[in-house]
């Protein structure tokens, strides 16, 4: 499977996490033992999703071993991808303000009486 092309189809914030905790449980068998524990939770929500971003990167630049380590890299790559999506996605649910065209003119300006 080619876990950057679904990403780039997820439409959803909920379906970035499922395709992330679908990647974590494909690559644990893998990196699992390679890594500390806490580091490959799973995730529900964007809060969780940031989180094992932050643990990721964290142990990656924490041990030099990994610079060379190609699966701990493609983890930290897609991780880092997955959270950036689920923001793209969360921001295009943010209600759009539209501005008014002149909200600095007085209300009074056609009143010279």
Known sequence: MNWHKELSSVTSEKGVMVLVNDYVQTVKPEIGERLPGHVLDEV?????????????????MGNPIYAVDVAVQDLCVFVIRASSKAHELALRKMPVVKRHDNIFASSYEGDSD
């Open 44 to 60: 529900s929500d964007a809060r969780d999703l940031q989180a094992l971003q932050h643990r990721v990167v964290q142990t990656f």
